[in-house]
């Protein structure tokens, strides 16, 4: 800057003593003073140009320059406010929204399983299957002397851990229990994955020999919900399938083991213990058939990954040859790979559905990254056309292309360092965000995305910034002056078309953010819940996987149901069946009704119900009756709902007609005749949508009991609680929860997940909006010349603004037009998975539809109206 | 803008500022009034070139400038040839003179 200026002042004072040296010489000659320096100055040339030409020259001062530079971008910034807010708060969330996506996915596909730090030394040891058809080889799981055989080369590994999962019944006390995870494990099993436990000493090493050790280390998440994260739960006993064990430490928050599965309520033995705890056998942990083991290792200092695997595959070959034949001729091999989510299930379905979501929401971040940047481009093109007389002024006043360029390039920087910083606190709250909502994700922000993802912005802004501006140095000053508006126009009919697109893609996104919006409206105010459903609790049984056989546990549920029906304040108990069954469907064909057109194989969903379970839902009937002892002998008797009778019977009389299995052929077996029809106001939480729902008689095995209690049931819980424990102290009680509260806690989920779409459709509906705006902008700016004619010739000023306001409307409506049938889709996925009333749907999409049209309105009434401002003196004089 | 004199071959500019620093340091104005007294004013070089040409040559490292006096007491830009100045002075000087040389020996020939 300072060396800037001192050398700006040399030169001027080197080019004044060249003058002054002129003159005299000229006035030696016998010229006046005046004359003399006229002259002097003629010969010279024009000082300024001069002066730029030599700025030029001297080049590598390019850091004051750039500061210059940045200045004039300033104060051109300033001049144009809304479009550059605009533009940076465009990149900005283009840019943070898209880094914010790749981290999740990122993290999902390569990142260590929650709880275990990235280190490379950490491998896990995988066993490989490959069969002749496949030419790929599958994870497969392996036995363990194979393991023992993998422990034994301490000339690779510096220790190694393997482990079995498994679903254990967890008894944690009186009436409490829950179905869990049980992963049995070598020594050191935590050492080698690094975890260090939160509470306790963790579990002892094995004896050479001598009797199983029966401690656990328990789950985060246990610890939380059945301890109410108690610190002196260490030294506490539970039963894991009815065997005690006691607790000698708590993992990590977030640590679930190295394999992803469903239960986070999760136990820890030692290997020894598996003996006592499951069915087991002695060939278990000694043939080599038995696979069931997964394995991971800490590598010896120096030695790769790659080093390994020659002998594991070896051992593996051995291992192969030592199990019974295996008929599909597959061969048997290992590797070493990272300790990684994405590769630790052996199932390659879990791989696939990883993918996909990966490959679609890398297609989303992708989409989101291109709409930002063409929007951006557009601002860009417009703003850089607008300029074009600045340029050529500053051209004929003898500045360099390479100087004008250089000006562009760092207003361009500028708007995206400003940009990239604003995109770093989005990026740093969606981050926040998803890590409070999904503990289980390690993010971690991965900075060669960030920033590939500003150099690709600053790469788009560039191009479509700087090509108008090239365009125009290279032209000559008439040239620019006369307005070549033809160049640009393939450009904006391109515009056009990714216009539309976004506002087709606004609409879907829309119904989420709809979605959103009603159900957490429904949620505050609670409309939804019926006041029957504050006074059923549901109260789920474990069922435990030794000792006592399903005869006895029925026996002991159908005992706790007649206790619970005689407690005061109990209205009725009625014990339910937690499994439901979809099967292919159709009527009878002599139980068809002439003029009702009938689908072979419709999804019918079979759901057991004990007598009384109608009352106790409030599902009165409206024909027939119910499915108690008067039907004994008439095992299939069925009761469908109101709306299914009325679908394939219309208003003949469903009863005594015959629903059969499959497509109905004679073939076929009978799935039941109807006995009774029921109204059915409010769903069970059975109710899968898609399809007809029937009752049937069948409830041997119930695992959970309905309690409908006189007042709300919610302050009824512990005393239910302790009539279950008094009744049968040895069932483990999992869950007692209203059916109100369990309606607004899935409610919670579905709000949950559209909370983030709806997010990305106020982002589509912003994005789209100045994707609107930006192309009416532009065209105004284009056609200045022939407005100012068409307004000098006597056109209207409403007129004018029609003219491009009409153009912006036609683009918003024909994207409404393609997005329709989308958002509709879209509404009807989300209605049935959420549960709204129809009623609200046709409200919803009109309400939707109105609303793009309202934006696309104003994106477009803005800059239109913006033509009806243009001076048709200034407009002809200017250009 | 010059009155008379013939237009300067292009490259020519650099070869002459070198040539002329070489037998003596000076100013800018110096060189324009040196260039014109010993081209026997055929040459008329401008300020309007020569000072580009001397802030390219600085930039480029061939020469050097500092601040000095001049014969009248003013203070004044003195430019000197540096090291690689010169090499590049004797080369473009060899190329310079085999094209003239091979020049002058078509123009006889026809």
Redo the contacts between chains.
């Keep these: 800057m300072f060396l800037r200026r001192r050398l700006d002042r040399e030169m001027q004072e080197e080019m004044e003593m060249h003058l002054a040296h002129a003159t005299a010489r000229l006035m030696a000659r016998g010229l006046t003073e005046s004359e003399a320096r006229r002259a002097a100055r003629q010969e010279f040339g024009h000082v300024d140009s001069l002066q730029e030409q030599a700025r030029d020259a001297r080049g590598s001062r390019w850091i004051e320059s750039i500061i210059a530079d940045a200045r004039y971008g300033l104060r051109h910034f300033r001049r144009t406010p809304l479009t550059t807010v605009t533009m940076i708060v465009l990149l900005a969330l283009g840019i943070g929204v898209n880094t914010a996506l790749f981290a999740i996915v990122h993290s999902v596909v390569t990142l260590p399983p929650a709880g275990i730090a990235r280190d490379d030394a950490l491998v896990r040891l995988r066993g490989l299957v490959a069969t002749p058809q496949r030419q790929w080889p599958r994870a497969r799981e392996i036995s363990y002397p194979e393991l023992l055989e993998f422990s034994a080369q301490t000339q690779l590994f510096a220790s190694v851990a393997g482990w079995t999962s498994t679903r254990v019944a967890l008894d944690l006390g009186p009436a409490q229990g829950v179905i869990g995870g049980a992963t049995y494990v070598t020594d050191r099993y935590f050492d080698v994955l690094g975890v260090r436990l939160t509470l306790g000493s963790g579990l002892p090493r094995s004896p050479a020999a001598g009797a199983p050790q029966l401690t656990a280390v328990i789950s985060h998440a246990l610890w939380d919900v059945q301890y109410a994260s108690a610190p002196d739960v260490v030294g506490k006993t539970l039963k894991v399938n009815e065997i005690a064990v006691t607790i000698v430490g708590v993992a990590p928050r977030g640590f679930n083991g190295v394999d992803v599965d469903r239960f986070d309520q999760r136990v820890w033995l030692p290997l020894s213990a598996r003996a006592l705890t499951e069915s087991t056998s002695q060939y278990a942990f000694a043939s080599y058939d038995s696979a069931m083991f997964s394995a991971a290792a800490r590598l010896q200092p120096g030695v790769q990954a790659r080093h390994a695997v020659p002998t594991l595959a070896a051992i593996a070959t051995r291992a192969a040859q030592e199990t019974t034949e295996r008929p599909d001729r597959s061969t048997f091999s290992a590797d070493v790979a990272p300790v990684l989510i994405e590769n630790e299930a052996p199932q390659p379905w879990f791989e696939n559905e990883l993918y996909a979501m990966a490959g679609v929401a890398a297609g989303i971040t992708l989409l989101i990254l291109i709409i930002t940047c063409t929007n951006v481009s557009t601002l860009l093109v417009g703003l850089a056309v607008a300029r074009r007389r600045e340029i050529a002024v500053r051209l004929s006043l003898g500045a360099s292309r390479k100087r004008i360029v250089r000006q562009l390039l760092t207003e361009n920087m500028l708007l995206a360092v400003t940009a990239g910083s604003l995109a770093l606190g989005i990026l740093g709250s969606l981050l926040q965000y998803f890590s409070a909502r999904f503990p289980a994700l390690t993010l971690v922000l991965h900075w060669p995305t960030l920033l590939f993802t500003i150099g690709f912005a600053i790469a788009t802004a560039l191009v479509f910034g700087i090509s108008p501006a090239l365009h125009a140095t290279r032209l000559a000053v008439s040239d620019v002056l006369k307005n070549s508006a033809n160049a640009v126009a393939r450009r904006s009919r391109l515009q056009s078309g990714l216009v539309i697109v976004q506002v087709a893609c606004t609409q879907p996104l829309l119904v989420a953010l709809g979605a959103f919006l009603l159900l957490t409206m429904a949620e505050a105010n609670g409309a939804r819940e019926l006041p029957v459903r504050e006074r059923i609790l549901r109260l789920s049984f474990v069922p435990t996987s030794r000792g006592a056989s399903p005869d006895q546990i029925n026996a002991d549920i159908i005992r706790i149901e007649q206790r619970l029906g005689t407690l005061p304040g109990v209205e009725k108990a009625v014990r339910q069946i937690n499994s439901i069954w979809v099967v292919a469907a159709s009527v009878h064909p002599a139980d068809r009704i002439p003029g009702i057109e009938y689908k072979e194989g419709f999804n019918l969903t079979r759901q057991g119900a004990a007598p009384g379970y109608f009352e106790l839902m409030n599902m009165p009937f409206v024909l027939g009756r119910e499915l108690d002892d008067r039907n004994a002998g008439n095992e299939n008797a069925i009761v469908i709902r109101r709306d299914m009778a009325r679908a394939l019977w219309g208003q003949a009389n469903p009863i005594g007609r015959r629903i059969m299995s499959g497509t109905g052929s004679p073939a076929d077996s009978m799935i039941g005749v109807v006995t009774g029809v029921i109204d059915d106001p409010g769903h069970d939480q059975f109710s899968l949508g898609d399809g007809y729902h029937v009752f049937t008689p069948d409830v041997r095995y119930s695992m959970s009991i309905l309690v409908r209690t006189r007042g709300p049931a919610e302050p009824m819980i512990s005393h239910i609680r302790a009539a279950v424990m008094a009744e049968a102290p040895h069932l483990p009680l999992s869950g007692a929860t209203t059916l109100a509260a369990s309606d607004a806690q899935s409610r919670a989920r579905i709000i949950q997940a559209t909370s983030a779409a709806g997010a990305s459709g106020l982002l589509a509906l912003f994005l789209s909006a100045i994707g609107l705006y930006a192309v009416v902008a532009f065209a105004v700016g284009q056609r200045t010349r022939e407005i100012g004619i068409r307004t000098a010739l006597g056109a209207k000023r409403g007129e004018v603004v029609g003219l491009f306001f009409y153009r912006g409307l036609k683009l918003s409506l024909i994207g409404l037009a393609i997005g329709l049938p989308l958002g509709l889709l879209a509404l009807r996925i989300v209605s049935r998975t959420a549960g709204m009333p129809h009623a609200s749907t046709p409200a919803l999409s009109a309400l939707i539809a109105a609303v793009v049209v309202l934006i696309g309105f104003l994106a477009t009434w803005i800059p239109a109206r913006r033509a009806a401002t243009v001076d048709p003196l200034f407009a002809l004089r200017t250009e | 803008?010059?009155p008379t004199g013939t237009p300067l071959l292009q490259g020519t500019l650099d070869l002459i500022v070198l040539q002329l620093l070489q037998a003596e340091p000076t100013?800018?104005?110096d060189l324009?009034l040196r260039i014109q007294a010993i081209t026997k004013d055929v040459l008329n070089v401008?300020?309007?070139s020569l000072?580009?040409?001397l802030?390219?040559l600085?930039?480029r490292g061939l020469i050097k400038a500092t601040w000095g006096e001049t014969e009248n007491g003013?203070?004044?830009?003195v430019y000197s040839l540096t090291a690689p100045g010169r090499k590049q002075l004797a080369d473009q000087r060899e190329s310079w003179e085999r094209f003239s040389g091979a020049l002058a020996a078509i123009l006889r020939v026809t």
């Excluded at chain 2, 003013?74 to 830009?77: F, P, S, T």
């Design positions: 803008m010059a100013n800018g104005y324009t401008n300020a309007g000072y580009p040409a802030y390219r600085e930039q003013r203070r004044a830009k």
